[in-house]
């Protein structure tokens, strides 16, 4: 029992780490990485209210994973849509860090094999990599915030 207590504990203390999340990074990108889009997932639109000004009376966030050799990289992007729907044009549009989320999650191996894109909110983003499922939240900031689930 002795010898099995500390193995138990390494468990919990790892379980508990990536129940809590990590603050991973993104960057300021130029949008031009569209040849090699291999997947797309828009959220819903989020109307404003009171919008200020008829360019942008409404938003979504969009996730495109990008292929290049091996390697996927994500794309966050803030799309923004005028009146009645017009006008659309890509706000921001934001690299996450895979290396980091990778280290952060202790992932083995190549970036790769990013899929099952999923909004599990308007501005709440899942997928899957390398068999585990992630969550990414605080789509608009310049760390968002990731989860295993």
Same mark, same amino acid.
């Given at each position: ?103 952060? $999650?202790? +992932?083995? @191996?190549?970036?790769?094999? %990013?899929? *099952? !894109?999923?909004?599990? =909110?308007?501005? /709440?983003? #899942? $997928?899957? +990599?390398? @068999?585990?499922?992630?969550? %990414?939240? *605080? !789509?608009?900031?310049? =760390?968002?915030? /990731?989860? #295993?689930?």
């Amino acid at each position: 029992m002795k010898a099995i207590l500390p193995f138990v504990l390494v468990i919990a203390v790892s379980v508990s780490a990536h129940a809590q999340g990590h603050r991973i990074e993104t960057e300021t990108r130029e949008v031009d990485y569209y040849a090699s889009v291999t997947d797309l997932a828009a959220g819903p639109i989020l109307w404003d209210e009171a919008p200020t000004s008829p360019d942008e009376e409404g938003h979504r966030f969009r996730a495109a994973v990008v292929t290049s050799e091996i390697y996927d990289a994500v794309y966050i992007e803030r799309v923004t849509y005028g009146m009645e729907g017009c006008c659309v044009r890509i706000a921001s549009a934001r690299r996450l860090d895979m290396t980091g989320l990778a280290d952060a $999650f202790e +992932l083995r @191996g190549e970036v790769s094999g %990013v899929s *099952d !894109l999923h909004w599990a =909110e308007p501005d /709440v983003l #899942e $997928f899957s +990599l390398a @068999g585990r499922r992630f969550r %990414v939240e *605080d !789509l608009g900031s310049t =760390e968002v915030l /990731v989860r #295993e689930v």
